[in-house]
């Protein structure tokens, strides 16, 4: 079967990932007052993983939706192409966590320990709450990502809407849907925590941040997205001004804190301006070209492998204090986050993409 020609890449996209990627590893590795006017943007960090997840449904549906209504989406190859992509990385992410194991041994049960050995290889963790983050906090998202890209094949082929009119609101059905987990949170406050934040532990808490159910919806949202992308003009002002409006609506609701519900803000509230952001990136504007500038998309590029190492490789350059005994220690924590850039770009085309093209190579897998 001879597929169809994917359509030309979106670099705006990959330029804002660079700032998603980073503004991350800002969140768990600074103080957010630092970044001054930026600091709600930064303290809010997690937002930046449910833009992750709704982008990925949007760059799977952009690539394959017209292929898989056609009846042209192979599914082996797609699979096999999606494990090439993710797991190289992923496994370097596990040989990174070594120091962490004592400690998950330490802080868990044996039985759950042990749980978690099986389950992290096979990105199977993010199901479990208790162990959602075992061996690298940020990879509780790739249980979500696996999980949605298996029965991703199944939504593209959805009958694409008749009109824009019910785009729109099979899109805002969706994102009604993607706010019952934290509302019924809100109303029912199982944990009994009086102002959850960023800070804040419990059980239910963690299963609605980490397990990949209450994600699903930002996911799916980012597929039918790509269908409204269709059918809008490339060109125009309209573009442009659904992504002015995104980013203006988003940093006004991050600047408001603790007065919007962290329940709805973690995932599901900005679901329609994170779809304004990335239709107004999708087109030809000067937004679109600002972000779309070579050095960004360089950077966005390796934001996969930021994203997935930036934890235990900080871990790890602070816990030997290599920046100490080579005297640098006074351009931390800027020096680190510099690190973390370039070891990400490193392990993009020193380690993803070798390793992506052998195993493309053994599995067959154009």
Aim: some cysteine.
């Amino acid at each position: 079967m001879v597929e169809a020609r994917k359509p030309a890449p979106l670099k705006a996209l990959t330029g804002l990932r660079s700032f998603a990627a980073v503004n991350i590893v800002f969140f768990h590795f600074s103080d957010p007052r630092w970044f001054g006017w930026f600091a709600p943007i930064i303290n809010a960090g997690y937002a930046s993983v449910s833009y992750f997840i709704l982008l990925s449904g949007f760059v799977l549906g952009y690539n394959y939706n017209a292929r898989a209504r056609a009846g042209q989406l192979d599914l082996v190859r797609f699979y096999k192409a999606r494990f090439t992509r993710l797991y190289p990385i992923y496994f370097l992410s596990l040989l990174l966590a070594w120091r962490m194991v004592a400690r998950e041994y330490a802080a868990h049960t044996h039985a759950m320990f042990w749980t978690g050995m099986v389950l992290t290889p096979l990105m199977l963790q993010g199901w479990i709450p208790e162990i959602a983050t075992f061996l690298n906090t940020p990879a509780w998202t790739m249980s979500a990502e696996a999980s949605f890209y298996a029965v991703f094949p199944w939504m593209a082929r959805w009958k694409k809407p008749a009109s824009i009119r019910r785009h729109v609101w099979k899109l805002f059905g969706v994102w009604m849907l993607g706010l019952i987990p934290g509302t019924l949170y809100i109303l029912f406050n199982p944990d009994g925590i009086g102002h959850p934040d960023r800070w804040s532990w419990g059980p239910w808490l963690q299963a609605l941040k980490y397990t990949p159910l209450p994600h699903l919806a930002s996911f799916v949202f980012g597929v039918l997205l790509a269908e409204l992308d269709e059918v809008l003009p490339r060109s125009g002002r309209f573009r442009l001004i659904l992504g002015v409006f995104g980013f203006t609506v988003t940093f006004g609701l991050l600047s408001l804190g603790a007065a919007v519900p962290y329940a709805l803000l973690h995932d599901g509230l900005l679901m329609p301006l994170f779809g304004c952001i990335v239709l107004g990136l999708a087109g030809n504007n000067p937004l679109a070209y600002a972000l779309g500038a070579r050095p960004l998309v360089f950077v966005g590029e390796a934001s996969y492998c930021l994203y997935l190492l930036h934890f235990n490789m900080w871990n790890l350059i602070h816990e030997t204090h290599v920046l100490n005994k080579l005297g640098l220690s006074r351009f931390d924590p800027w020096l680190s986050y510099a690190l973390l850039i370039v070891m990400a770009l490193f392990a993009l085309h020193f380690v993803e993409k070798p390793a992506q093209r052998q195993l493309r190579k053994w599995m067959s897998a154009a």
